[in-house]
């Protein structure tokens, strides 16, 4: 029995610029994007008291990831773990 290929959606340009925007920033912040597949929505976690992780699922489509990204670095702001830049936070719509 053969095994169909999976179809990928297109990726819109646009979405993915702002992705690989949020990871930068986040990557500016010294929190780790990663990418895995799993049974969970994704978030933010520390581990060994030390190494900031942001986990995003592979099987959410990119508009969910990009949400995810943007909750989790508000929330880091929040509370005041990470300073955004102002333009950033217009530009995702945060709250400044």
Avoid: Y
């Avoid at 099987?59 to 909750?71: F, G, N, P, T």
């Amino acid at each position: 029995m053969r095994r169909r290929k999976k179809r990928t959606t297109p990726v819109d340009e646009q979405q993915w610029q702002q992705f690989q925007e949020l990871c930068e920033l986040a990557r500016q912040a010294g929190v780790e994007t990663r990418v895995e597949k799993g049974n969970f929505r994704g978030g933010f976690c520390v581990v060994e008291g030390e190494k900031r992780i942001l986990f995003l699922n592979k099987k959410h489509s990119l508009e969910q990831r990009i949400a995810v990204l943007v909750a989790e670095l508000e929330r880091l702001q929040s509370e005041e773990q990470i300073d955004l830049p102002d333009d950033w936070r217009q530009k995702f719509g945060m709250v400044t």
